[in-house]
């Protein structure tokens, strides 16, 4: 049965940095593309970043090229996004699901907030 469960997020001033988390079951991780989206209030879902099975390549939305990282533990079947330099316009609630760049999976997990706020 798949399974995604986001973890992380939270409340954070401008310029700081949050590591959101998201352990997957239900499909082989180790072989499957990984990636990460984003909902803020009133908006389309959209792509944040992507990770290739074996780590080989990533991608970003140019809106957080340069401060945001995705990485992958195949052992933990985890997937991370280390944020940094956040902005208010990151708020969002944040997703993951399997694929790159689009999501393979209808189903979600419950996701992770994060909120930028002085």
């Known amino acids: 049965q798949l399974q995604l469960v986001e973890s992380g997020g939270g409340l954070v001033q401008p310029g700081g940095s949050l590591t959101l988390s998201c352990t997957a079951s239900g499909f082989t991780f180790s072989g499957s593309s990984m990636s990460w989206f984003r909902q803020a209030p009133g908006k389309e879902r959209e792509f944040v970043a992507a990770?290739?099975?074996?780590?080989?390549?990533?991608r970003y939305a140019d809106s957080v090229k340069g401060r945001f990282t995705i990485s992958r533990d195949n052992r933990k079947n985890t997937v991370y996004l280390t944020l940094n330099d956040l902005q208010s316009e990151d708020t969002a609630e944040y997703f993951c699901n399997a694929g790159y760049t689009v999501f393979r999976y209808d189903q979600w997990g419950q996701g992770t907030q994060v909120t930028v706020s002085s």
């Open positions: 990770i290739t099975g074996p780590s080989i390549s990533t």
